[in-house]
Protein backbone atom coordinates (compact mmCIF):
# COMPACT_ATOMS: atom_id res chain seq x y z
CA UNK A 1 0.00 0.00 0.00
CA UNK A 2 1.39 3.23 -1.00
CA UNK A 3 1.69 6.00 1.42
CA UNK A 4 -1.06 8.38 1.21
CA UNK A 5 -0.28 11.85 -0.32
CA UNK A 6 -2.18 15.01 -1.44
CA UNK A 7 -2.47 15.55 -5.47
CA UNK A 8 -3.43 17.89 -7.95
CA UNK A 9 -4.66 18.28 -10.85
CA UNK A 10 -4.04 19.99 -14.51
CA UNK A 11 -6.82 21.13 -17.05
CA UNK A 12 -6.42 23.47 -20.37
CA UNK A 13 -9.01 25.79 -21.45
CA UNK A 14 -10.99 23.95 -24.12
CA UNK A 15 -11.55 26.09 -27.07
CA UNK A 16 -15.55 24.88 -28.22
CA UNK A 17 -18.66 25.16 -25.95
CA UNK A 18 -19.00 21.46 -26.55
CA UNK A 19 -15.08 20.96 -25.05
CA UNK A 20 -16.25 23.32 -21.87
CA UNK A 21 -19.11 20.85 -21.18
CA UNK A 22 -16.95 17.98 -21.26
CA UNK A 23 -14.65 19.73 -18.61
CA UNK A 24 -17.24 19.97 -16.30
CA UNK A 25 -18.10 16.53 -16.93
CA UNK A 26 -14.49 15.48 -16.13
CA UNK A 27 -13.92 17.98 -13.30
CA UNK A 28 -16.81 16.58 -11.44
CA UNK A 29 -16.10 13.09 -12.12
CA UNK A 30 -12.22 14.20 -10.54
CA UNK A 31 -13.51 15.94 -7.89
CA UNK A 32 -15.12 12.85 -5.98
CA UNK A 33 -11.56 11.73 -5.70
CA UNK A 34 -10.61 14.62 -3.28
CA UNK A 35 -7.36 16.45 -5.63
CA UNK A 36 -5.93 19.81 -3.62
CA UNK A 37 -6.47 22.00 -5.99
CA UNK A 38 -7.35 22.11 -10.19
CA UNK A 39 -4.38 24.00 -12.23
CA UNK A 40 -5.57 25.86 -15.62
CA UNK A 41 -2.72 26.43 -18.14
CA UNK A 42 -2.69 29.91 -20.22
CA UNK A 43 -1.90 30.02 -24.06
CA UNK A 44 1.21 31.59 -25.06
CA UNK A 45 1.20 36.08 -24.47
CA UNK A 46 -2.40 34.89 -22.72
CA UNK A 47 -3.94 33.56 -25.23
CA UNK A 48 -6.59 31.95 -23.69
CA UNK A 49 -6.97 34.15 -20.97
CA UNK A 50 -10.88 34.30 -21.39
CA UNK A 51 -11.20 30.80 -21.42
CA UNK A 52 -8.68 30.44 -18.55
CA UNK A 53 -10.54 32.34 -16.38
CA UNK A 54 -14.24 31.48 -17.28
CA UNK A 55 -12.98 27.55 -16.47
CA UNK A 56 -11.44 28.97 -13.20
CA UNK A 57 -14.47 31.06 -12.07
CA UNK A 58 -16.39 27.56 -12.38
CA UNK A 59 -13.98 25.57 -10.64
CA UNK A 60 -14.46 28.20 -7.65
CA UNK A 61 -17.99 28.12 -7.76
CA UNK A 62 -18.19 24.77 -7.49
CA UNK A 63 -16.22 24.94 -3.91
CA UNK A 64 -12.82 23.93 -5.32
CA UNK A 65 -9.69 25.38 -5.13
CA UNK A 66 -8.89 26.47 -8.64
CA UNK A 67 -4.98 27.63 -9.45
CA UNK A 68 -4.85 29.69 -12.76
CA UNK A 69 -1.54 29.32 -14.71
CA UNK A 70 -0.10 32.86 -15.63
CA UNK A 71 3.04 33.46 -17.54
CA UNK A 72 4.36 36.71 -18.03
CA UNK A 73 5.27 36.96 -21.44
CA UNK A 74 3.83 39.35 -23.54
CA UNK A 75 2.25 40.82 -20.21
CA UNK A 76 2.40 44.69 -18.71
CA UNK A 77 2.50 45.58 -14.50
CA UNK A 78 -0.93 46.35 -15.47
CA UNK A 79 -2.49 43.51 -16.91
CA UNK A 80 -0.55 41.36 -13.99
CA UNK A 81 -2.41 43.53 -11.71
CA UNK A 82 -5.78 42.85 -13.50
CA UNK A 83 -5.06 39.34 -12.71
CA UNK A 84 -4.57 39.35 -9.40
CA UNK A 85 -7.98 41.69 -9.33
CA UNK A 86 -9.81 38.83 -10.65
CA UNK A 87 -8.26 36.16 -8.97
CA UNK A 88 -9.18 38.07 -5.20
CA UNK A 89 -12.69 38.62 -6.91
CA UNK A 90 -13.37 35.10 -7.61
CA UNK A 91 -11.47 33.85 -4.48
CA UNK A 92 -8.19 32.23 -5.91
CA UNK A 93 -5.64 31.45 -3.37
CA UNK A 94 -2.73 29.76 -5.67
CA UNK A 95 -1.19 31.04 -8.97
CA UNK A 96 1.06 29.15 -11.18
CA UNK A 97 3.46 31.89 -12.41
CA UNK A 98 5.56 30.88 -15.09
CA UNK A 99 7.54 32.57 -18.27
CA UNK A 100 5.15 31.23 -20.62
CA UNK A 101 5.98 31.10 -24.57
CA UNK A 102 6.14 34.01 -27.01
CA UNK A 103 3.60 33.59 -29.89
CA UNK A 104 4.44 33.23 -33.25
CA UNK A 105 4.75 37.00 -34.74
CA UNK A 106 4.95 38.77 -31.24
CA UNK A 107 8.61 40.73 -31.33
CA UNK A 108 7.79 42.41 -27.61
CA UNK A 109 7.95 40.14 -25.24
CA UNK A 110 6.59 42.89 -22.68
CA UNK A 111 7.64 44.26 -19.10
CA UNK A 112 9.45 40.82 -18.26
CA UNK A 113 11.34 38.77 -19.25
CA UNK A 114 11.75 35.32 -16.75
CA UNK A 115 9.45 34.34 -14.27
CA UNK A 116 11.06 35.52 -11.47
CA UNK A 117 10.57 38.59 -12.24
CA UNK A 118 6.68 37.30 -12.83
CA UNK A 119 7.01 35.55 -8.80
CA UNK A 120 8.55 38.88 -7.49
CA UNK A 121 6.09 41.22 -8.82
CA UNK A 122 3.28 39.04 -7.52
CA UNK A 123 4.87 38.63 -4.29
CA UNK A 124 5.44 42.87 -4.17
CA UNK A 125 1.65 43.45 -4.89
CA UNK A 126 0.20 41.05 -3.00
CA UNK A 127 2.76 39.86 -0.32
CA UNK A 128 1.95 36.30 1.04
CA UNK A 129 -1.73 36.46 0.17
CA UNK A 130 -0.96 33.92 -2.80
CA UNK A 131 0.83 30.80 -2.83
CA UNK A 132 2.84 30.91 -6.04
CA UNK A 133 3.69 27.35 -7.53
CA UNK A 134 6.63 27.85 -10.27
CA UNK A 135 8.16 25.14 -12.64
CA UNK A 136 10.76 22.81 -12.09
CA UNK A 137 12.41 20.49 -15.06
CA UNK A 138 14.40 17.25 -13.10
CA UNK A 139 15.81 16.59 -17.19
CA UNK A 140 16.71 20.32 -18.14
CA UNK A 141 14.52 22.72 -19.77
CA UNK A 142 14.93 22.70 -23.21
CA UNK A 143 15.70 25.93 -24.05
CA UNK A 144 18.23 26.28 -21.30
CA UNK A 145 22.63 27.18 -22.41
CA UNK A 146 23.33 24.35 -19.86
CA UNK A 147 21.73 22.31 -16.62
CA UNK A 148 23.91 25.05 -14.67
CA UNK A 149 22.31 27.65 -16.10
CA UNK A 150 18.49 26.24 -15.94
CA UNK A 151 19.40 25.45 -11.84
CA UNK A 152 20.40 29.11 -11.80
CA UNK A 153 17.09 30.33 -12.73
CA UNK A 154 15.02 27.93 -10.71
CA UNK A 155 17.18 29.16 -7.69
CA UNK A 156 16.03 32.88 -8.67
CA UNK A 157 12.19 31.98 -8.86
CA UNK A 158 12.26 30.61 -5.48
CA UNK A 159 14.65 33.89 -4.10
CA UNK A 160 11.61 35.69 -5.53
CA UNK A 161 9.39 33.92 -3.10
CA UNK A 162 7.88 30.79 -5.00
CA UNK A 163 6.23 28.57 -2.65
CA UNK A 164 6.66 25.51 -4.33
CA UNK A 165 7.64 23.76 -7.62
CA UNK A 166 5.57 21.35 -10.32
CA UNK A 167 7.91 19.76 -12.24
CA UNK A 168 7.61 18.73 -16.39
CA UNK A 169 6.58 15.09 -16.22
CA UNK A 170 9.08 12.50 -16.43
CA UNK A 171 9.68 9.09 -16.57
CA UNK A 172 13.21 8.47 -14.82
CA UNK A 173 12.66 8.84 -11.11
CA UNK A 174 15.89 9.01 -10.76
CA UNK A 175 16.38 12.47 -12.75
CA UNK A 176 13.38 13.67 -10.34
CA UNK A 177 15.48 12.58 -7.11
CA UNK A 178 18.87 13.69 -8.49
CA UNK A 179 17.14 16.99 -8.69
CA UNK A 180 15.97 17.28 -5.58
CA UNK A 181 19.25 16.43 -3.70
CA UNK A 182 20.73 18.57 -5.70
CA UNK A 183 18.40 20.91 -5.07
CA UNK A 184 18.40 20.34 -1.34
CA UNK A 185 22.57 20.70 -1.51
CA UNK A 186 21.97 23.77 -2.53
CA UNK A 187 19.89 25.10 0.33
CA UNK A 188 16.83 25.06 -1.02
CA UNK A 189 13.72 23.30 0.89
CA UNK A 190 10.77 24.52 -0.92
CA UNK A 191 8.54 21.21 -1.76
CA UNK A 192 9.19 20.41 -5.06
CA UNK A 193 6.20 18.67 -6.53
CA UNK A 194 6.70 15.79 -9.57
CA UNK A 195 4.27 16.37 -12.48
CA UNK A 196 2.64 13.29 -13.86
CA UNK A 197 1.84 12.26 -17.29
CA UNK A 198 -0.61 9.26 -17.80
CA UNK A 199 -0.02 7.36 -20.89
CA UNK A 200 -2.79 6.92 -23.51
CA UNK A 201 -1.29 7.38 -27.14
CA UNK A 202 2.16 6.60 -27.13
CA UNK A 203 2.47 8.88 -30.85
CA UNK A 204 1.16 11.73 -29.13
CA UNK A 205 3.47 11.48 -26.46
CA UNK A 206 6.42 10.70 -28.45
CA UNK A 207 5.44 13.92 -30.19
CA UNK A 208 4.54 16.03 -27.23
CA UNK A 209 8.21 14.68 -25.08
CA UNK A 210 9.90 15.93 -28.30
CA UNK A 211 8.73 19.59 -28.25
CA UNK A 212 8.71 20.10 -24.34
CA UNK A 213 12.26 18.36 -24.23
CA UNK A 214 10.39 15.05 -21.67
CA UNK A 215 12.52 11.60 -22.19
CA UNK A 216 11.00 8.76 -22.77
CA UNK A 217 13.71 5.69 -22.04
CA UNK A 218 14.59 3.70 -24.51
CA UNK A 219 13.17 0.54 -23.03
CA UNK A 220 9.47 2.00 -22.82
CA UNK A 221 9.86 3.36 -26.37
CA UNK A 222 10.74 -0.52 -27.97
CA UNK A 223 7.98 -1.59 -25.67
CA UNK A 224 5.42 0.84 -26.80
CA UNK A 225 6.37 0.13 -30.57
CA UNK A 226 6.13 -3.42 -30.01
CA UNK A 227 2.35 -2.73 -29.85
CA UNK A 228 1.59 -1.43 -33.09
CA UNK A 229 -1.98 0.02 -33.33
CA UNK A 230 -3.07 -2.26 -30.04
CA UNK A 231 -4.66 0.96 -28.37
CA UNK A 232 -5.70 -1.39 -25.28
CA UNK A 233 -2.18 -2.90 -24.73
CA UNK A 234 -0.88 0.54 -24.85
CA UNK A 235 -3.31 2.07 -22.35
CA UNK A 236 -2.48 -0.98 -19.60
CA UNK A 237 1.24 -1.08 -20.05
CA UNK A 238 1.12 3.00 -19.34
CA UNK A 239 -0.99 2.88 -16.63
CA UNK A 240 1.38 0.21 -15.40
CA UNK A 241 4.67 2.05 -16.27
CA UNK A 242 3.17 5.11 -14.68
CA UNK A 243 1.73 3.36 -11.48
CA UNK A 244 5.38 1.99 -10.58
CA UNK A 245 6.80 5.65 -11.48
CA UNK A 246 4.17 6.85 -8.62
CA UNK A 247 5.07 4.26 -6.49
CA UNK A 248 8.81 4.35 -6.61
CA UNK A 249 8.47 8.35 -6.13
CA UNK A 250 6.00 8.37 -2.97
CA UNK A 251 8.42 5.72 -1.23
CA UNK A 252 11.10 7.92 -2.19
CA UNK A 253 9.13 11.05 -0.39
CA UNK A 254 7.57 13.31 -2.39
CA UNK A 255 4.98 15.81 -0.92
CA UNK A 256 2.67 15.29 -3.01
CA UNK A 257 1.80 14.69 -7.00
CA UNK A 258 0.40 16.67 -9.91
CA UNK A 259 -1.64 15.03 -12.83
CA UNK A 260 -1.22 16.19 -16.34
CA UNK A 261 -4.82 14.96 -17.65
CA UNK A 262 -5.06 16.48 -21.14
CA UNK A 263 -8.87 17.14 -19.95
CA UNK A 264 -9.15 13.08 -19.68
CA UNK A 265 -10.64 11.77 -16.47
CA UNK A 266 -10.09 8.23 -16.77
CA UNK A 267 -6.23 7.67 -16.65
CA UNK A 268 -6.02 9.73 -13.80
CA UNK A 269 -8.75 8.22 -11.81
CA UNK A 270 -7.56 4.54 -12.65
CA UNK A 271 -3.98 6.19 -11.07
CA UNK A 272 -5.46 7.75 -8.25
CA UNK A 273 -7.43 4.47 -7.22
CA UNK A 274 -4.46 2.03 -7.70
CA UNK A 275 -2.51 4.65 -5.42
CA UNK A 276 -4.95 4.74 -2.99
CA UNK A 277 -4.81 8.63 -2.85
CA UNK A 278 -8.33 9.08 -3.50
CA UNK A 279 -10.15 10.45 -0.20
Not at 106 to 122: K, T
Not at 173 to 201: H, K, L, N, Q
Request: charged letters at 25%.
Amino acid sequence: MSRRIPFSIEFFPPATPEGMDKLRGVREQLATLGPEFFSVTYGAGGSTRDRTLQVVREICAAGLDAAPHLSCIGATQASIRDHLAEFREIGVKRIVALRGDLPSGMADPGEFRYANELVEFIRAESGKEFVIEVAAYPETHPQARSADSDFAAFRKKVEAGASSAITQYFYNADAYFYFVESVRRAGIETPIVPGIMPIASFIKLARFSESCGAEIPQWMRRKFEGFGDDADSIRAFGLDVVTTLCERLIAGGVPSMHFYTLNQAALTSELVKRLGLAQ
